[in-house]
Structure formats: structure tokens, C-alpha cells
């Protein structure tokens, strides 16, 4: 029966003229990485602290960071962070815009770790949530996100047709303070070719509102997806 229902999606799915991109959300970026081929976005060639209000463009020149005034006060790359590589921190909360440059980007995927090591967090641990927003030509997608303490958590958007992409991801910490958590980016050029089942999946995502709360072996990450804007 579960084959039918996606042969019968696909046909659907087909058929319509309604051929537009549908986002596929990745919480594994192992499984992010299989399917968009997306490579790590490299912030810098080496560690480098910003001045304060400063934007910045990557060296490939794909995206511009953005400091949000009030918030946010200065980019660090490689800021004495478990991750590996050369990573993004925050002074101020982790709160920041990214522009992407190119109408190329169909994947965009980001790596959070939230540190309790008062030495990470370079202050007093306090419980960090997110709200991430990706905007793309056609939509806004916005997720509310609780990372888990001490390990790596994933969240990334990816688009199966080249019709959508990327434009802008906002990043903002909605509840925590100016202690650190780090971040890695990734990005691809390559749209993704998603699975019956993922077919399946995202067409119930696309048409109807949703809301996903579950749980990860150690701790708590919920999402509240929504579609709007699209014209
Ligand atoms: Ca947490
Ligand atoms: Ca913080
Ligand atoms: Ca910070």
C-alpha cells in the first residue's frame, strides 16, 4: 500500500503543472551531503577575528555574512571550537544574516554545536534556541530549533528543481545569551534528486502545515515549518 501511495504521489506529482522545486529537510548531514553533493562553505583561509560591524564576503564570494546590530558584534573563524576546521563564531549572541550572491545555490545546510564547557561558551552556559529562516525566490521556510548540548546537530534545506533557490538565510537567537556556539556551513550548486519516499514525504510537507516536535538521543530539537509568501 506504502508503494502505491508514492507511485501514486509521483504520478501526481508529475503530472501537475505545478513543477516548482519542493524543499527537502535534512536533520542528518550525512544524508544532506549524499544528496546535494554540498561541500563545506570556507569561511576564511585561516583564523581570523573581524572587526566590529563588519560584513564580510567569503573568499569564493558565494555569500556575505551580516552582523544584526544590537545582537551580534564581531565574526570569529576557528574560535577554539571542538568542530573540526575552521568554524564560525559569535560575539554577542548567535545572530546573523547570510546573502547568497549567486542564483545558484540549491542546498544550503548549517552544523551547530552548543557548547557547556563554561571555557567554549567563554561565559555562563544558558539553554539556546534558534530560529532559522531560508528564503529563496519563490518562499520563506522558518524552523525553530533547540540544539542538543555537547554534540553536533544539522539542520539543511534542498530544492529538486533548478526553479528555487537560495537568496537569504537569517539566523537568530530567540532565547540564550552571548555565550558561544559554533557553527559550520555547507553549500551546493546541485540540485537534489530525492527518493520515492522523500517524494512522498515532501509532497505532504508542501501542501500541508505541519509540525514536527521529536526527540535525539540527547536533547530536544522541534521544528515548526512554514511556507509563506509564495507567489
Ligand atoms: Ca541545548
Ligand atoms: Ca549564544
Ligand atoms: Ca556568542
Known amino acids: 500500500m506504502k508503494k ?11 503530472a501537475t503543472p505545478l ?6 529537510l535534512y536533520e542528518n ?3 544532506f551531503v549524499a544528496a546535494t553533493n554540498a ?5 576564511a583561509t585561516a583564523p ?7 560584513n564580510f564576503t567569503i573568499p569564493d564570494g558565494k555569500l556575505t555574512f551580516k552582523l544584526v546590530p544590537g545582537l551580534s558584534t564581531r565574526f570569529d573563524i576557528d574560535y ?15 545572530s546573523f544574516d547570510i546573502i547568497f550572491n549567486s542564483q545558484s545555490i540549491y542546498a544550503f545546510g548549517m552544523e551547530i554545536f552548543e557548547p557547556t564547557d563554561p571555557i567554549l561558551v567563554n561565559g555562563t552556559f544558558e539553554e539556546s534556541t534558534f530560529e532559522i529562516t531560508f528564503v529563496t525566490n519563490w518562499a520563506s521556510y522558518t524552523f525553530v530549533v533547540e540544539p542538543p548540548n555537547d554534540i553536533p546537530c544539522f539542520l539543511g534545506i534542498g530544492f529538486t528543481e533548478n526553479t528555487e533557490w ?39 510537507t508542501f501542501f500541508i502545515s505541519r509540525v514536527y516536535i521529536f526527540s535525539k538521543n540527547q536533547g530536544h530539537l522541534s521544528r515548526v515549518m512554514q ?3 509564495r507567489r
Open 4 to 14: 502505491f501511495f508514492e507511485y501514486a504521489c509521483l504520478i501526481c506529482l508529475v
Open 166 to 204: 537560495l537568496t537569504q538565510a537569517y539566523t537568530r537567537e530567540i532565547v540564550g545569551n552571548i555565550g558561544n556556539e559554533f557553527l559550520q556551513l555547507m553549500s551546493s550548486t546541485q540540485t537534489v534528486v530525492p527518493e520515492l519516499s522523500t517524494i512522498f514525504l515532501c509532497m505532504l
Open 29 to 31: 548531514k550525512g544524508a
Open 19 to 24: 513543477l516548482v522545486a519542493m524543499p527537502i
Open 80 to 94: 577554539f571550537s571542538p568542530l573540526q576546521g575552521l568554524d564560525l563564531a559569535l560575539s554577542g549572541k548567535e
Open 48 to 54: 581570523i577575528a573581524y572587526p566590529e560591524f563588519s
Open 227 to 229: 511556507a509563506h509568501s
Open 39 to 43: 561541500t563545506s562553505v570556507v569561511l
